[in-house]
Nanobody
């Protein structure tokens, strides 16, 4: 059974940094693409950053050059380094594991609040 557990969410001031982690279990982690999504109150869930099994990354325009996604296959963990945080980054952040068209798993989410 695949499980994803996010951690690292917190209250941070504007301009601050956070690193989110998502630890996976029950899968051959290296074969999966990983993504970070976020959902703010009253808004749809949106893709923030993704990384393929080969290590290719992509970012939403709103976070490009501020956020960095990386993965450690030995630890079965994907990270999201978030810098220069803005109030607009406030959301619940979710981790998603994907393989192919039909196989995907979600974590439970971690709250990030950017406020002074």
């Amino acid at each position: 059974q695949v499980q994803l557990v996010e951690s690292g969410g917190a209250l941070v001031q504007p301009g601050g940094s956070l690193r989110l982690s998502c630890a996976a279990s029950g899968s051959i982690f290296s074969l999966y693409a990983m993504g970070w999504y976020r959902q703010a109150p009253g808004k749809q869930r949106e893709l923030v950053a993704g990384i393929t099994s080969a290590g290719t990354t992509n970012y939403a325009a709103s976070v490009n050059f501020r956020f960095n996604i990386s993965r450690d296959n030995a630890k079965k963990t994907v990270y999201l380094q978030m810098n220069s945080l803005k109030p607009g980054d406030t959301a619940v952040y979710y981790c998603k594991m994907t393989r192919g068209v039909f196989e995907s798993y979600w974590g439970q989410g971690t709250q990030v609040t950017v406020s002074s």
